[in-house]
Structures are given as C-alpha cells and as structure tokens.
C-alpha cells in the first residue's frame, strides 16, 4: 500500500524518537521513499545518521546551512503524507499556534499535503487542558491525530501519554492510503510457484513454474487495496519485501496453509502449479543406484482449489487456473464446474509466450456469467491487472 508514496517524517525532542528508527525501516522495507525533519531537540534522542543511514536520504535540520537552505515549502509539496512523530508538547502548541522557529514547524506550516501526528508525552503534560486545546485546534485545521496508548511512561509512571507504537503508525498509514480503492477491507490468499515433492533425501518432484504470475498477482491485489498473503513454493524469483508471505515446499504443506486461512478470506487465487502426484513415501536415506530400473510409487495429492471450492461460502471468490495442451476451452469449463470456481484463468502452452519461465502470458477467463474473455499476449505485471480488474467486476 505504501509503495512509492513519499512520506515526510517529522521527528521532535521526546524519549520516543529512538522508536523511529523502527517506524523507518518499516516504512522503507514497505517500499515508500522517506525524508526526514529533526528539530534540535530531537536529536539528544535519536542520531541523524542512524535515521539518514535507514532513510537512505539526508536528514534535514536547519532552515538554512551555510550557503544553502532547506526549501521548506519544496518539502511540503514533495510529500504525499506528513507523519509527526513523536509529537512533542512544545511542537504541538507551536504547530497550534502557528509559531514557526525551525524547519519542522517551517514546513508544517507551509505543507499542502495531509498531516498526521502522534504525540508522545507524560500523563500530566496531556491531560493538561492547554494540550487540549492544542490538539483540538490542530484538528480543526484538519491534522489527524493517531490517539496515545496507555502504558509505562518516561517519568516511570504508567498512564496515558506513550506514542503509538510504529507498527500501529505503519498500520495507519496503510489504511490512509488503502481508503477508497476497490479491494480496501477485502482479504486475499494467492498461491504461487511450484511444489517440490521429496522422493528421497536429494531428491524431489518438481516442475518449471517460477512463480512469477502468482507474485504479479499478489502484487497487484495489494495495489488495488486487499489485504494479501502469498503463499509460495519453493522459487527464486525474489518477492517485494512488503507482501505477506508464507514459504511452503510440498503440495501438503500449501494445501495447511490455504485452508486454515480460507475460512477469513474474501478472495482465493490458486495460481501455483501444485504437484498432482506425490511419492507415497519418502526414502529416510538416498537411493543408491543398483538396480536397472526403480520405480516410485506415487498418490495423488489433496486438490487444493477443489476442496476450496467444496468449503466456499457465498461472498467468496475462488479463482483457478488451467494450463493446458489441447481442448483448452473445454477443460477449463470444465474445471469451472467441477471446482466450483468463480473464474478460471487458461494458459495453453499452444501459445508462444504463455506459461512457466516466460514474462509474459496470454490469457483467457471463464466466469460463471457471460462468454470466456480473450487477452492478448502480456507482461505478467500487465496480465495480473487484467486478472485483478476481473476480479473486482465479479465483487
Ligand atoms: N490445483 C490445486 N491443487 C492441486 C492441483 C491443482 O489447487 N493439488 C489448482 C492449481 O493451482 C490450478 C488448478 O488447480 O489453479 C488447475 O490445476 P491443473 O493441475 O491444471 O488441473 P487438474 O485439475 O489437476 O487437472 P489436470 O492435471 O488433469 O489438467
């Protein structure tokens, strides 16, 4: 939900700014670009070249600096967010009271873009009515304000006062930029990759799927504003350090980790080549070679979108894929049936740039409504969006 968005962080003198180093790894690893504001104070708290090192960007301090100067009003319009954390009572009754001494309050003032804060402070200093009426006042400019936790405090009381932790503050932030999107409040598992499936101890069963499409897919999901957690096999593609994810290797592993998550979801995208066949056993030492010929015995794995489709309530969406060689149409119809999917993504390996290892796809749909929806050959960024956009017409 963060990724790309530019977010201005504002840091002021109180015990709570060490926890920022935190909340900009978090922001960072979510894929947002972070610049940093200090005032003086902050600083006997926190070093600026631990929060420029994490932000990767300079952490600014002064209005002017020798021969240069911060352009405050630049840096307001730069930002899609303004995060002021910790909140300092001084700074709030500054940012009150339109007081602007240094480049934190300087760019408050002049910020065009949403601000939000959250204060940190004893239990006396926010009770107090002044403080109040400060937040109050902010608030009525249109400031949010991310309420204060209940806990131990600086002073060594437990009270009211402590700043929101910055997982809390990261959860906030994902909810500002996730309002108004198609899949806001919607919660998606996607699988992904292939399953490897152990014959012996060096040994597996394994196919060519990369992964990719399921990974574009998740991506895409948690663009649109869902909540996703990707549960992949064994792939070396590497995976946005912000999506959720759940590594697993065999069919049976994935199989656990989708339907104990089922029950909670609203969208289901079963994208990853699940091994049908597994070795009834796995060989505790390797096999040597000293027969001719050896065989495996193998059994059938549990099919994952089957029993999904068997356990879906209404208000679900499943979502199945089909690559195949010939009959393509009529085997994923079929499989809509049968699996009691709401939709079915074919590939057919007859066309060039579809299926395992390519960057592209080509795909058609099947829903239960209407005809099969045919695509032209894509990226599988590109192609996901497709999936996606189909998925919400089906909400
Ligand atoms: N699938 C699954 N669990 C399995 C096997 C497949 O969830 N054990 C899912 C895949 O993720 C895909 C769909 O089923 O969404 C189609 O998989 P495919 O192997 O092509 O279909 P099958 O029904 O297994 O039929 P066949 O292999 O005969 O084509």
Not at 116 to 121: E, G, I, K, N, W
Not at 235 to 246: A, G
Not at 297 to 304: A, Y
Not at 317 to 328: P, Q, R, W
């Amino acid at each position: 939900m963060l990724k790309g968005k530019k977010i201005l962080l504002g840091i002021t003198g109180s015990i709570a700014a060490y926890k920022m180093a935190i909340l900009v790894r978090l922001l960072i690893k979510s894929g947002a670009e972070v610049k940093i504001i200090m005032t003086p104070a902050a600083k006997d708290f926190v070093t600026p070249l631990t929060l420029s090192t994490l932000s990767k960007n300079p952490v600014l301090a002064d209005l002017a600096n020798n021969d240069s100067w911060s352009n405050h009003v630049m840096l307001g319009r730069w930002a899609d967010i303004m995060v002021i954390a910790p909140l300092s009572c001084n700074t709030l009754a500054k940012m009150a009271g339109g007081i602007c001494d240094n480049l934190l309050t300087a760019v408050y003032l002049s910020a065009t873009c949403k601000v939000v804060v959250a204060p940190a402070m004893d239990e006396d200093m926010w009770l107090h009515p002044a403080t109040k009426k400060n937040l109050h006042q902010i608030a009525s400019f249109g400031n949010e304000i991310i309420p204060v936790a209940i806990g131990e405090l600086a002073s060594g009381l437990t009270g009211e006062g402590r700043m929101a932790e910055p997982e809390n503050i990261l959860e906030w932030l994902n909810y500002f930029f996730s309002a108004g999107l198609p899949l806001t409040g919607k919660r998606a598992i996607v699988t992904a990759g292939p399953t490897y499936e152990q014959i012996d101890p060096v040994r597996f069963i394994g196919n060519h799927s990369s992964g990719k499409m399921g990974i574009a897919l998740a991506n895409e999901l948690k663009e649109r504003g869902a909540e996703v957690t990707l549960i992949l096999g064994p792939s070396s593609i590497p995976v946005p350090e912000f999506l959720n994810v759940i590594r697993v290797e065999t069919a049976a592993e994935m199989f656990s980790a989708c339907t104990s998550l089922f029950d909670k979801m609203d969208i289901a995208v079963m994208s990853a080549a699940v091994a049908d066949y597994a070795p009834v056993t796995t060989e505790p030492e390797k096999i040597k070679k000293n027969d001719q010929t050896v065989s495996v015995e193998l059994t059938k794995t549990k099919d994952i979108l089957k029993h999904l489709g068997e356990v879906k309530k209404s208000g679900q969406l499943l979502i199945g894929f089909a690559l195949e060689t010939n009959n393509e149409e009529d085997y994923a119809k079929k499989k809509l049936m049968e699996k009691n999917a709401d939709m079915i993504v074919l590939n057919s390996l007859n066309d060039e740039g579809a299926g395992f290892g390519y960057d592209t796809n080509k795909i058609t749909i099947f829903t239960r409504t209407g005809g099969p929806i045919y695509f032209d050959t894509k990226s599988k960024v590109e192609v996901a969006k497709d999936i996606v956009n189909t998925i919400i017409e089906l909400q």
